[in-house]
């Protein structure tokens, strides 16, 4: 077993304040934001071998990402009791179509090639194409390319010949 970094550790902990303005994002919710954020971090620390390097902010976007979307895809399945009982739980039909949409959508944001990628979630943040391509180190023309890019591997109707 391979020893986690100290600096690991501080560059994830150190990310929070960008992680926890994400959760808010996906969740609307201040409670389930940090819900979230602890999960991330919990999850980040544990798997850190799965890091090579680059953006980890990038990366831990990713993994938030991908916890949230299983979380929310688990808690669709489950509604409240309709007399109230807190125990109980029924389990509630899927719109089949909504849940195929979604799963081959992160299958394929998750398939982007690592910078397309990355420019796209830092683009869905709402962070300006200037700071994303001063983050990057390249010219703004090549953050929009790389964007119209990843829109196009997302649309499931636009196929390259």
Do not use: C
């Amino acid at each position: 077993m391979t020893a986690r970094p100290a600096s690991f550790d501080a560059e994830v902990l150190a990310a929070r304040q960008v992680l926890m303005g994400t959760a808010m994002k996906l969740t609307s919710s201040k409670v389930a934001a940090e819900d979230l954020v602890q999960d991330t971090i919990e999850r980040a620390l544990a798997n850190f071998t799965l890091f090579h390097g680059g953006n980890l902010r990038g990366w831990l976007v990713v993994v938030m990402r991908n916890l949230y979307f299983a979380q929310h895809k688990r808690a669709r399945r489950w509604v409240e009791d309709p007399n109230g009982a807190a125990a109980a739980s029924l389990i509630q039909p899927q719109e089949q179509e909504a849940v195929v949409y979604l799963d081959d959508v992160v299958r394929r944001i998750e398939h982007l090639p690592f910078l397309q990628r990355e420019a796209l979630l830092l683009a869905v943040d709402g962070v300006s194409y200037d700071e994303i391509a001063d983050r990057a180190g390249v010219p703004v023309g090549t953050i929009k390319s790389r964007l119209a890019r990843a829109r196009e591997a997302l649309d499931p109707g636009s196929r390259r010949t």
